[in-house]
Structure formats: C-alpha cells, structure tokens
C-alpha cells in the first residue's frame, strides 16, 4: 500500500511539473497559475519525502 501511495505522489509531481511547464510556455509568466503549480509540486515533494522516511524507519521499503 505503502508503494502505491508513493508512486501515486510522484506520478503526481510529474503532472504538476507538466502542468507548469504548460502555464509557462501558454502565460508566459503573467500569470498566478506557474505559482500555485510550484507550490503543488513542493508540496508533494515534502509528502513524498515524508512518506519515504516513513518507510524507511518502519522498515517497509527495507531492502531484502
């Protein structure tokens, strides 16, 4: 479960990337959107960040 949240996270933040990539080349920065679009995308990176560390200290994503 644990990996699947993470893949969604990140599967999430290339979206976000994508989606600010697009605001920039369309709005050519005038507008607020490539600002919401990085905050998302910081956001996500600290979840993601957060649920690795989760994993790693339980032990869930433990190397065999």
Do not use: E, N
Request: proline fraction near 0%.
């Amino acid at each position: 479960m644990l990996k699947a949240l993470i893949t969604l996270v990140f599967v999430c933040m290339v979206a976000s990337l994508a989606a600010g990539a697009g605001f920039l080349l369309r709005d050519q920065g005038r507008s607020r959107r490539l600002l919401i679009s990085l905050k998302l995308r910081v956001s996500l990176a600290v979840l993601l960040f957060a649920l690795l560390a989760y994993g790693f200290y339980f032990g869930d994503l433990a190397s065999r």
